[in-house]
């Protein structure tokens, strides 16, 4: 049964970090593009990052530039989410989510459509 697990998340004051992973049960990331994304509370789920299936391409929303970094050890089966200076704004459920894409077609942050399977979120909470 294929399966996507998310792990990392918690509570972390302002201006701290978290390392979020993702990792793959039943199937390998191999071939496929990583996206993550997050939703806050009462608020629709936005892209965070994506890594491309070859992991040589990476992207961010605005509001992680700088402050993001995704990874992935194909080995492991696992993509990882670097967050540093943590902002309350980036409270939220966050998501992994895989796209085949062999021939790394999709470009910048993809939109949900593309994405077909989903892990079941990890809670972050940016609080003092």
């Known amino acids: 049964q294929w399966q996507i697990v998310e792990s990392g998340g918690g509570l972390v004051q302002p201006g701290g970090s978290l390392r979020l992973s993702c990792t793959s049960f039943g199937f390998s990331f191999h071939y496929y593009a990583i996206g993550w994304f997050r939703q806050a509370p009462g608020k629709e789920r936005e892209g965070v990052s994506c890594?491309?299936?070859?992991?040589?391409?990476?992207h961010y929303a605005d509001s992680a530039k700088g402050r993001f970094t995704i990874s992935r050890d194909d080995a492991m089966n696992t993509v990882f989410l670097q967050m540093n200076s943590l902002k309350p704004e980036d409270t939220g459920v966050y998501y992994c989510?895989?796209?085949?894409?062999?021939?790394?077609?999709?470009?910048?942050?993809?939109?949900?459509?593309?994405?077909?399977?989903w892990g079941q979120g990890t809670q972050v909470t940016v609080s003092s």
């Open positions: 890594i491309s299936s070859s992991g040589d391409r990476t």
């Open positions: 989510a895989v796209a085949w894409d062999p021939e790394q077609t999709l470009a910048g942050l993809p939109p949900e459509k593309e994405y077909e399977y």
